[in-house]
């Protein structure tokens, strides 16, 4: 079976720290785009990094210098370190991948999706 498996999300101070992981099985993840989306409550799903062989990592300006995506291939897994959290990145975390190797921030055209890990950020 194609899965992804997200984990690693908690509560939280503003200003702390959370890794996320995302355990890709059943496919290679780097031959895919790998991308974290956020969906904050009521809100629609915003990309918050992408990675790929492409085009290296893609990130929004508004998590740029604090968010650190990355992937281990011999573990099949990406990985999100989120540094200096806000209350506002409260939210419920995807991984997705896609094929084409293009990074987007967008939530469209993602093959794969995992569960979610939800993060807390208390203020």
């Known amino acids: 079976d194609v899965q992804l498996q997200a984990s690693g999300g908690g509560l939280v101070q503003a200003g702390g720290s959370l890794r996320l992981s995302c355990a890709a099985s059943?496919?290679?993840?780097?031959?895919?785009?790998v991308a974290w989306l956020r969906q904050a409550p009521g809100k629609e799903h915003e990309g918050v990094s992408c990675?790929?062989?492409?085009?290296?990592?893609v990130y929004p300006d508004s998590v740029k210098g604090r968010f650190t995506i990355s992937s281990d291939n011999a573990k099949n897994t990406a990985y999100l370190q989120m540094n200096n959290l806000k209350p506002e990145e409260t939210g419920v975390y995807y991984c997705?991948?896609?094929?084409?190797?293009?990074?987007?921030?967008?939530?469209?055209?993602?093959?794969?999706w995992g569960q979610g890990t939800l993060v807390t950020v208390s203020s």
């Open positions: 997705v991948a896609r094929i084409t190797r293009m990074c987007t921030l967008g939530s469209l055209g993602w093959h794969y």
């Open positions: 059943g496919f290679t993840l780097d031959n895919y785009a």
């Open positions: 990675i790929s062989s492409l085009d290296g990592r």
